[in-house]
């Protein structure tokens, strides 16, 4: 079995980053991702606050730049599922497709995926007109109506990316105003393809073959005990309700808060020596491309400080 100085397990921003520091630092340096490089940065159509773009940049480009980059450096990339970690001891022990990698340091940059309702109709029409990415579904809308649910940026944002295609984009929000940033916020209200239903959920999604509509109930006239449901017909339902952490495979020794993310210390150490997490996978107060980038940077040098001591 081949030993690695460190294995990072994710390949966005954060992980892609912490294998550009890694291989830098002359660590022979493995990134393990299931997919595409670049995480949910490469479902993103439009990267407007990441710095040394002033024009913005596609999501997709930049995740390309970063694997890019980071082939260039030296860090090689192999794309797998993982089947099983062993992270306890000097050298770590990681399945990718039933094939074991070992490693003197491991990063943890799973990052997360978007948080599912829970309601009717959503495992059940998913590909079928639920969707948790504009970017990648947006183009099969086109003058068709969609329906956006959340009220945080990427809920805005996204319904904003909506309207290149779509005929009428409702954002549904269980709240009486918007979450997302300013800048955002704006256009939004500004965007005539655009209009908003306050303090409402979805209840359920409708259809037959795909998305026909969803089930809405109003909270501010439950809370009155007047109890109200309506039906909104629609064609598409795009969900942004927050994230959820990827930590399948993650042994229970490893601390976590108590919605899962991992836990770590300033230099992003986490309860098993040896091992560091990075981006959005760990507990942190903003889950951002450029916190996602610095993260990764720390990461692998604390990683590389961790192998020279005990070397």
């Known amino acids: 079995m081949e030993i690695y100085d460190l294995i990072i397990i994710g390949g966005g921003p954060a992980g892609m980053t912490a294998?550009?520091?890694?291989?830098?630092?002359?660590?022979?340096?493995?990134?393990?991702?299931?997919?595409?490089?670049?995480?949910?940065?490469?479902?993103?159509?439009?990267?407007?606050?990441?710095?040394?773009?002033?024009?913005?940049?596609?999501?997709?480009?930049?995740?390309?730049?970063?694997?890019?980059?980071?082939?260039?450096?030296?860090?090689?990339?192999?794309?797998?599922?993982?089947?099983?970690?062993?992270?306890?001891?000097d050298l770590k022990k990681i399945e990718v497709d039933e094939k074991t990698y070992l490693g003197k340091a491991v990063i943890l940059a799973t990052g997360s995926e978007p948080r599912k309702l829970n309601v009717p109709g959503e495992s059940q029409y998913r590909g079928k007109g639920v969707s948790y990415c504009a970017t990648c579904d947006g183009a099969f809308y086109k003058e068709k109506e969609v329906v956006v649910v959340g009220g945080g940026d990427a809920a805005v944002e996204e319904g904003l990316y909506l309207t290149r295609f779509a005929r009428q984009v409702t954002i549904v929000h269980r709240r009486d105003k918007l979450r997302a940033n300013a800048v955002a916020q704006k256009k939004a209200f500004a965007n005539p393809k655009i209009r908003f239903i306050w303090n409402t959920v979805v209840e359920e999604i409708i259809g037959d073959e795909t998305v026909r509509g969803v089930s809405l109930k109003n909270l501010e006239r439950e809370s009155k005990g007047e109890p109200y449901q309506a039906t909104l017909k629609t064609d598409g339902v795009f969900v942004y309700v927050g994230q959820d952490p990827n930590i399948e495979f993650f042994p229970d020794s490893l601390k976590r808060n108590l919605q899962g993310y991992v836990e770590t210390d300033v230099n992003l150490r986490t309860s098993i020596p040896g091992v560091f997490a990075a981006g959005d996978v760990r507990d942190t107060v903003l889950r951002q491309l450029v916190t996602a980038t610095a993260d990764g940077a720390i990461a692998a040098v604390s990683a590389l400080r961790y192998i020279e001591a005990k070397e």
Do not use: C, H, W
């Not at 890694?22 to 606050?49: C, W, Y």
């Not at 730049?65 to 794309?79: I, R, V």
């Open 19 to 89: 294998g550009i520091y890694g291989a830098r630092s002359a660590l022979k340096t493995l990134v393990v991702e299931r997919g595409m490089p670049g995480g949910q940065a490469a479902t993103t159509f439009d990267i407007a606050n990441y710095p040394g773009f002033p024009e913005g940049i596609s999501g997709p480009d930049l995740a390309m730049k970063m694997y890019d980059q980071m082939q260039n450096m030296g860090a090689e990339y192999l794309t797998g599922e993982i089947t099983s970690m062993g992270l306890e001891g």
